[in-house]
Each structure stands twice: as structure tokens, then as C-alpha cells.
């Protein structure tokens, strides 16, 4: 392990862990003038040559699985979950467990303490995480989707495998489950390839006025192929699935003058989220949709006018080829959509 200070303490992992919990790394520690260069501005993330893949053996004494759930009659539920891995693109369902390496020492995931001010929260402190960010010139980094094009192709900044980057910056992603349910069982699996967040973000604070947590929430999740499948671990090959190639997901939830909040349910012990309607002071400046003739009116004016035109507001999804059971359905979109009210409560369907 290595930590590397500039703007930012940049820590870098070298780690391999390996089916069922083994793990190497190397460490090295920090000189004095190592340390002398912390500024407490934040802490930078970068992973190089990392893989990940934990599951489910018995027979090995190797346990990976959810237990303390019951179905409507009482009944218990066991989900094992028999495969999750991270490594390197070509993983073919997680049976090639390549590196990958994750961020990059000029473009790592990121922790961070920053001010509000600077985001539109005045006198907050702001927790952020974030995903390495795209490119600043549109059209100069890599395509975020298809990771056979090279550079100046689009506006992601991580880097795909190749020749001169053979571990690249775009990791293979899968989660298998196996549901038990009495003497049922059922499978459901995700499997992504060549993942990318860049972009992704999510800023946390305290609403002293709500008393809840307030979130803005950003995450971009782009892949050549994203499957759903509802295949044994042994058989990924069947036709029981949803295959989604070119998929690309914008997803915006909440802004810092009208945030996600994220709370329990003081009845029902549930978690919630919502995003409160706009019941901004402009409203009374606007006659409507036109300015009432005032500084405020003007101001208000250019608030709504933001609100409604800012792309970073807005949601979309992507699918270039959407397959259902090997059946093509064509493309898929979604898009533009603004999200301007939303409340999400969970209940315990036993209560």
C-alpha cells in the first residue's frame, strides 16, 4: 500500500483477493515528509491490480449467505449468494479473475470534506464520494460505453483494457443469488462488463430545518453489456435472462436547494426517501413563468429557467439492444426526465 500525498492523501491498494477470503497486499510506509505534506483536504482512492471474488462452498466450509428472512407464511428465506466478484474485463461470468485497476493517481475516487459554499449549501459542510470525474473537454477521453475505441472518443477519463493498458480502469461486475425458499429454490444474477462510474457522486449533510439527513445524489453507470439472469451458477449460457447491450444510466436524484432526504419512518421503522416539491421563496416572483418586473423577479426568472434547462437535473437510460430470451427488442430510452417530487416509503408487509 502506498500513500502518496498532493492536493489530496492519494492511497494506493495493491491487493488481490482471491476466492474465499484470501488476500495479499503490499504496504509501504510513510517518511516524515510523506506526512508533512496532508492537508486534510480529502482522501483519493486508487486500487491497482485488484480483483475480488467471494462465494458460496460447502463442501469447502466456505459460507456466503443471508439468513433471518421469512416469506409471508413464516416460512424461512436462505439467499447464498454463490458468486460476487470484481476483476478485470473478460472475466466470462467471473470465471477469469484478471486484475483490473480502479481510479488513478490523477483521477482517483475520492472522499472529501468541502464547503458548502462552493455547491450552493452557504455555511454547510458537505461529505462528498465520488467516482474519478469525466473529462473537462467534451469528445477527449474514452467512449463511456464501448470499450474498443480508443482516445478522443468520449467524456470518460477511465481508460479500457489494451495493449499498452492491460489491467485498464473499467472492471467486470457480477452478483449471483441463490433464493431458498422451503423446498423452492430460484437464481437471479447480475453481470455487467467493462463497468464505468465516472462522474458518480454523492454529497451528504444535515437539513437543520427538517432535522434528516439531505443527499444530492448523482450516479452514472455505463456498460457494453449488462445482464439479468435468472440462470443455476452452472449454466449461464441458458435463455432465461434480460441482456442489455450499450447500456448507459444518468441518474439524478435530489439537488442542494431541493435534496433527497433519507430518514426511518418513526411508525413503521421503515426507511424513506423523499424529495420535497419546490416551495421556493421565487415563486412569488413569477407571473406565469415572467418575471414580475423586480430584481427578484428577475432572479427568479433565471432560477427557473436553470431549473428546467440544466442537464445535471435531469435522468436518462440508454439501451442500445434490449434482448429477452435471446429475442431482440430494439432500443430503449428514457430521457430528460426531471424529478421534482418523490416519496419512497419501506414497510414490513407482516405489520
Not at 63 to 91: C, E, H, M, R, W
Not at 152 to 165: A, L
Not at 198 to 213: E, I, T
Request: hydrophobic share 35%.
Amino acid at each position: 500500500m502506498h500513500l502518496i500525498t498532493r492536493q489530496i492523501l492519494i492511497i494506493t491498494m495493491f491487493s488481490s483477493l482471491l476466492p474465499f477470503g484470501y488476500v495479499a497486499a503490499e504496504m509501504k510506509s510513510l517518511s516524515d515528509n510523506d506526512l508533512s505534506e496532508v492537508d486534510g483536504a480529502g482522501i483519493g482512492l486508487v486500487m491497482d491490480s485488484f480483483v475480488f471474488s467471494h462465494g458460496n462452498d460447502v463442501a469447502n466450509d466456505k459460507i456466503f449467505k443471508i439468513t433471518g428472512l421469512t416469506d409471508t407464511n413464516g416460512d424461512p428465506v436462505v439467499i447464498n449468494v454463490n458468486q460476487l466478484y470484481i476483476a478485470g474485463s473478460g472475466s466470462n461470468y467471473g470465471t477469469t479473475l484478471d486484475p483490473v485497476n480502479l481510479g488513478r493517481l490523477t483521477n482517483p475516487y475520492e472522499i472529501d470534506l468541502i464547503d458548502g459554499d462552493t455547491v450552493g449549501l452557504a455555511g454547510e459542510s458537505v461529505l462528498q464520494l465520488s467516482a474519478p470525474e469525466k473529462v473537462a473537454v467534451a469528445g477527449s477521453g474514452y467512449s463511456c460505453v464501448d470499450p474498443t475505441l480508443g482516445s478522443n472518443s468520449g467524456d470518460c477519463s477511465s481508460r479500457p483494457s489494451s495493449v499498452g493498458w492491460v489491467n485498464g480502469e473499467r472492471p467486470d461486475l457480477g452478483l449471483e443469488l441463490e433464493i431458498n425458499v422451503g423446498a423452492n429454490t430460484k437464481n437471479l444474477n447480475f453481470n455487467a462488463k467493462s463497468a464505468v462510474f465516472d462522474g458518480s457522486y454523492v454529497r451528504l449533510w444535515g437539513d437543520d430545518s427538517s432535522q434528516k439527513m439531505a443527499a444530492e445524489f448523482r450516479m452514472n453507470f455505463y456498460t457494453p453489456e449488462l445482464e439479468i439472469s435468472t440462470c443455476a451458477q452452472s449454466n449461464q449460457g441458458c435463455g432465461s435472462g434480460i441482456k442489455m447491450q450499450g447500456f448507459q444510466l444518468e441518474l439524478a436524484l435530489g439537488t442542494t436547494f431541493q435534496p433527497l432526504y433519507m430518514g426511518v419512518d418513526n411508525v413503521t421503522g421503515g426507511l424513506t426517501f423523499e424529495i420535497a416539491k419546490i416551495t421556493h421563496e421565487y415563486l412569488d416572483n413569477l407571473n406565469a413563468g415572467v418575471s414580475d418586473g423586480t430584481l427578484n423577479g428577475d432572479e427568479a426568472h433565471a432560477f427557473f429557467t436553470d431549473y428546467y434547462s440544466n442537464d445535471s437535473y435531469r435522468s436518462n437510460v440508454v439501451i442500445d439492444t434490449l434482448e429477452v430470451s435471446g429475442t431482440s427488442l430494439g432500443s430503449a430510452k428514457i430521457e430528460g426526465m426531471l424529478i421534482q417530487y418523490l416519496d419512497v416509503k419501506f414497510r414490513d408487509l407482516a405489520l
